[in-house]
């Protein structure tokens, strides 16, 4: 074994060949190639003995010691000794310490070498492992390239120079095909620290793929002129790509696509000939959905922000543009804008506003008694609910044109008495449920939620501490290869599974089982998810 072998010069070589080899550290080499020595030299003198090697970075100078403890009395000779010994080296020695005790050089065997090589050998790699991970672990979010080592069932493995990075088939692009020395570039997005070594995986189908090759290609992008607010893709089929610009003078959609298209072209030729629509970003949802939905022409907008839903109407002839083959077009807009997109044509839209209008006018005019003309009157003025008309304000509703202050009075004295009355009905039922009067206390509980809670066996506050929020929201499951889905105890009432959770964790403050100061410090969250847990174990 040339390490341990080797004069003092040669060592010193040794170490600087592997360390460039590696592209390690030097001192990491010199201090594997200590542990390689004092390992062989514990071959010679026992297994137990404390030997530490140490070579000087500068001359190779080797210096062999063996660190013996000072103790009253020996019980192992090979890591142990008496005060009087550890003062004939060292004269000031005191039980306790730990004294070194040079040892002369030696000739190693060839067990001894081939032991010290494997030392050397896992911590270089162990090493150069380390090294690999610190190199990449930073890199994650940006585009590498390299050749194509080989290729496993599909998965690509990738000679990246200093290291091996793996491309599932997942994450190729559909109908991609690469052959061993192929040259490639995808997406770091992630690096991991495992038993085998750091593992590298990369992408071509992840979204900020293509937003790194637009950065590459524009320079503006580069440069911060030009930002990407949002990327959604169909990978290989089609993508779309927010954009703004932080300079007036500069046209982000421009930029992007560049001198007749030669900048979204080199992005388009990489992704395999992906379709790409540049969308100009707008700080206002509703532009930014009708830019989102382009190339189809959009008529109105109706945002629910509570809900993060927007229903979207389009002229009929432009209903399937919108919503594209197999939905993708409407798809790729909800995915860049973050909200749920509900598209129909004018004509669905008109239809479905008389059929509420309708609606509204035979509430209003069975509700507070009034006549058909009265009700449409009513719905025609915006309002939606008996409550509006109870709530609004009287001058509000005095203003309608056609009613005096006084019929406004009575309309509101009507609709208060409508409520008082559909109040007690619930109460009543309630009642005869058997809920406890205790559950009405829990704040955002409702007296028709109370019944709702009746009629699935949720009766008192503890029954509702004990939920979980499928019991509420409800769930979908698989029986015999079909989803099937299960109502919850609110269904129809809109509530959210937020909502849910947190009726829920009212109720479990009520209850007495966790306290106000837990739910605000987040430990009820926590309590939700056992609970949660707990049932599904169930």
């Known amino acids: 074994m040339a390490v341990v072998s080797a004069n003092r010069l040669e060592l010193l070589q040794i170490a600087d060949a592997v360390a460039r080899e590696k592209s390690i550290d030097r001192s990491i080499v010199i201090a594997a190639m200590e542990d390689a020595i004092a390992k062989a030299a514990r071959s010679r003198y026992g297994a137990e003995t404390d030997i530490h090697a140490e070579i000087n970075p500068r001359t190779g100078e080797l210096r062999l010691a063996r660190h013996l403890l000072v103790v009253d009395q020996i019980e192992n000779p090979a890591i142990e000794i008496d005060l009087d010994g550890a003062r004939r080296l060292n004269p000031a020695a005191q039980i306790g310490d730990s004294i070194a005790d040079t040892l002369p050089p030696f000739d190693f065997g060839r067990i001894a070498a081939q032991s010290a090589k494997q030392v050397i050998v ?45 491309l599932r088939r997942d994450e190729l692009l559909p109908r991609e095909v690469f052959k061993t020395g192929d040259r490639i570039r995808a997406y770091v997005y992630d690096v991991r620290r495992e038993q085998r070594g750091p593992q590298i995986f990369l992408s071509r189908t992840h979204p900020h793929f293509m937003a790194k090759l637009f950065a590459q290609e524009v320079p503006e992008i580069y440069d911060g002129i030009v930002e990407i607010k949002a990327v959604a893709r169909d990978p290989g089929s089609r993508a779309k790509i927010a954009v703004t610009s932080r300079d007036s003078s500069v046209d982000p959609v421009g930029a992007c696509v560049g001198m007749r298209g030669s900048r979204v072209q080199a992005v388009v030729n990489e992704l395999q000939g992906e379709k790409i629509d540049i969308i100009p970003w707008s700080p206002d949802v509703a532009t930014f959905i009708v830019n989102a939905l382009a190339p ?30 197999r939905g993708q077009n409407v798809r790729l807009a909800s995915q860049l804008t973050g909200w749920d997109i509900d ?3 004018e004509a669905e839209e008109s239809e479905r506003r008389q059929k ?37 304000p009287l001058n509000e509703l005095a203003g309608i044109e056609g009613l005096d202050e006084d019929t406004a009075q009575e309309l509101q004295n009507r609709a208060l008495g409508y409520l008082a009355q559909v109040e007690a009905d619930l109460d009543a039922r309630r009642r005869e449920l058997g809920v406890e009067d205790a559950l009405r206390e829990v704040p955002g509980v409702t007296s028709p939620m109370l019944v709702a809670f009746g009629e699935n066996d949720i009766k008192t506050v503890e029954d509702l501490a004990g939920c979980a929020t499928d019991d509420l929201t409800g769930w979908t499951e698989r029986k015999d290869g079909e ?42 969250d926590e309590a939700a998810e056992e609970t949660e847990a707990d049932e599904a174990q169930g």
């Open 483 to 524: 989803v099937v889905r299960v109502a919850g105890a609110l269904e129809g009432f809109q509530l959210s599974r937020e909502d849910a959770e947190a009726l829920i964790m009212q109720a479990r403050v009520k209850a007495g089982w966790i306290t106000a100061e837990d739910l605000a410090a987040g430990d009820g």
């Open 296 to 325: 189809a022409e959009v008529v109105k907008v109706v945002l629910d922000e509570d809900r993060e839903r927007i229903e979207v109407v389009v002229p009929d002839a432009q209903l399937s543009l919108a919503i594209g083959r």
């Open 356 to 392: 509420e209008f309708a609606e509204r006018s035979k509430i209003f005019a069975e509700a507070l008694d009034l006549d058909e003309m009265m009700g449409q009157l009513l719905a025609s003025e915006g309002f939606a609910t008996v409550e509006e008309i109870a709530y609004v």
């Open 122 to 166: 896992q911590k270089v790699r162990e090493a150069e492992r380390d090294r690999q991970y610190d190199e990449y672990k930073d890199r994650i979010g940006e585009i590498v390239n390299g050749a194509v080592k080989r290729v496993e069932y599909g998965n690509v493995v990738v000679d990246l120079g200093r290291g091996e990075a793996s």
């Open 343 to 345: 598209i129909m044509t």
